[in-house]
């Protein structure tokens, strides 16, 4: 088990996360650029090493009713993983340089799933594309054709 100075200084090596004191010697860390109303990602980090981070969005964590895994009895590397993974759900994807090259002038919608995964829709040559990354995952010859696809399989339109 971590010390809660161990935890401490993993959780603060996420620039993304601002540290909030609270009562009882207890310390949040938020995303303040969730795209979710969830901005607490680490929650009462407690001296005695008990602690939570908000993982409501990845279906493979046992979480209690509020999206919260006790991180009492974590590794290094099991808290390293649940935070960048949180942070990834919860984080405003920017395009990448190869996204860029696919999208380029074309409008696109950006669609994510509970674990964070991207799917990006373009219209394209009287087709509805969807790419997963740099590679052509679907195609659909109309756009209700490709939500119903990318609904049934999880995604949801990324909320900016």
Do not use: C
């Not at 994510?112 to 997963?132: A, K, R």
């Amino acid at each position: 088990m971590l010390t809660f100075d161990e935890k401490l200084t993993i959780i603060e090596s996420y620039p993304q996360l601002e540290r909030k004191d609270v009562s009882l010697k207890r310390i949040n860390f938020q995303l303040p650029n969730s795209i979710s109303d969830k901005k607490n990602i680490v929650y009462h980090l407690h001296p005695n090493g008990n602690g939570f981070v908000y993982a409501g969005h990845l279906d493979h964590y046992d979480t209690d009713d509020k999206g919260m895994v006790n991180i009492r009895d974590f590794s290094a590397e099991q808290l390293r993983s649940i935070l960048t993974e949180s942070i990834a759900g919860l984080s405003h994807q920017e395009k990448s340089i190869n996204e860029e090259a696919i999208i380029g002038d074309l409008k696109e919608e950006r669609w994510v799933n509970e674990e964070g995964n991207v799917l990006v829709l373009l219209y394209e040559s009287e087709v509805w594309n969807i790419y997963f990354g740099l590679n052509l995952d679907e195609s659909f010859d109309t756009y209700e054709e490709a939500i119903e696809f990318m609904r049934e399989e999880g995604f949801k339109p990324e909320q900016k």
